[in-house]
């Protein structure tokens, strides 16, 4: 059984055929040839059915012949569906703008949070992320990724440990690890000052409390250096003892520097290279040379598109090609020692707290072996060794 | 020479097994309920109302009777009716009296 499946591509029409003889021209149809479909009777003098539009010369010539008329009462199809659109394409155009804003729009920073920071810091946050371009309108895929965001908002601040930046939908969400300076306790409770490691003592200064230990002594780790007992025996008092403690520690590093390392450096010379990726094929949109470098490194800058809540399979893609420069150093074992004895006073330095002071050092061992040098180093350090213990009550009863 | 033709294909019919709308170029009608009909080998289109269709055969015509009749497609040997089907009756060229043959 056919029908006619083209009918909604091909513009047809519903026509009405006034006039005797209706089923004669029925039949002069499909003996032309002529598609014709739908036919309804409505009286004993008029019918109505469906033709194509490219048939309707052909079927007015029929019916003079047959001296009926015809009107003309819907006209279907993608034609003329297509004619009405273009006639009111002032709803077109408003569709498309309106999917247009709705796309800027799901593309631009709305909200900027910022969680774990007091007030100045918060302050001090926005100000640097709005120099960074990070301010409310803008467009995302204009901005640095939320890792380089990151990276630069945690140089700029100084008074910040870490910031965590985390990118949702049209948000930017900080996260603030802010340097805690620990205020000072105002009421101390009764303590001791014991070592916090073994030491000869350099030099010891007490704020409060009773010295047990005195210089040239040597102690163990945990032992009792200002006890917070003082007065006479019968009278004694518990108070919190205080004071800095010096004493000579000695610490071991131990260190590895190869003889022979590459160094890639940039030689500043670079090529950006734009595209549009569209279900992962990259379309280049502007920066069409590679630069033609020996060495490069090729860093890539992903922003996908988004539609309100979703992400569109188009993105925009930065990439930096930066030119890079293979150097190699070649230390001989004397350098590489003496490099290895700043990089070990470094390390230690990292370790031990502000005040303390280096007073010699000794190398303890130097080996070379797999084309690096080993390195052990002997430290003497003076440093505060006093910590603190607080007295508890069951010693305060004893 | 007419009946001595029809004998033969008759014949043909019977021994050879073939379709008989085929073979004796009769009308092959299917139908749906009572909501379409649909009839091959039709001869073109005597009547059509809401209420009846006629249809010319080789030899006679076939009445179809109900109700809103809507020819849904026509082509030179076929033919789609929809509405609410009552019966289908035969006319046959020397015979005036319909003859029924399905009723419902």
Known sequence: MKKFPIEPIYGYVKIGIIGEHGESIINECVA??????????????????????????????????????????????????????????GFLLGLAGFILIIFLLSNMVWNINVTGADPKTEFELRKAAAELGIKKGQ?????????????KLTDKMDNVTWIGVTQKGTTYQFQVAEKEIPEKAKRLKPRNLIAKKKAIIHDIFVKRGQPLVSPNDYVQKGQTLVSG?????????????????????WHVVHVTVPLETNFKTYTGDSKKRHYVSIFGLKVPVWGLSNGNFKHSKTEENKTP????????????????IRETDGVKRIYTKNEAISVGKTMAKKELQKKLPDDAKIIGEN???????????????????????????????????? | MVKWRQQVSKWMMQKLELPADIVMDLPRIT????????IENHRGVKAFSKEELRLNLINGVLI????????????????????????????ELNNKDPAQKKTK
């Open chain 1, 139 to 151: 467009f995302i895929f204009l901005l640095p990724n939320s890792r380089q965001i990151q990276q």
């Open chain 1, 363 to 398: 190398i303890l061992q130097v080996s070379v072996s797999n084309g690096k040098v080993n390195l052990s180093m002997h430290y003497q350090v003076i440093e505060n060794i006093a910590s603190e213990q607080p007295i508890t009550s069951s010693k305060e009863n004893e």
């Open chain 1, 32 to 89: 032309r040839d002529i598609p014709i479909w739908e036919i309804e009777r409505k009286d004993d003098y008029s019918m109505t059915a469906n033709i194509f539009v490219r048939d309707i010369k052909q079927v007015k010539q029929l019916l003079k012949q047959k001296k009926c008329k015809i009107r003309f009462l819907k006209k279907r199809g993608s034609p003329f569906f297509l004619l009405r659109l273009w006639r009111r394409n």
């Open chain 1, 229 to 249: 007992f003082i007065g006479k025996e019968g009278e004694e008092k518990l108070v919190p003892a205080e004071g800095t403690v010096l004493g000579e520690t």
């Open chain 1, 305 to 320: 598109f988004r539609f309100i809540k979703w992400e569109l399979p188009i993105a925009y893609v930065k990439k930096d």
């Open chain 2, 31 to 38: 139908m749906i309920g009572q909501l379409h009909i649909y």
């Open chain 2, 64 to 91: 179809v009777k109900g109700n809103d009749f809507v020819i849904k497609t026509i082509l030179p040997e076929e033919i789609l009716l929809e509405g609410k089907i009552d019966g289908v009756y035969y006319e």
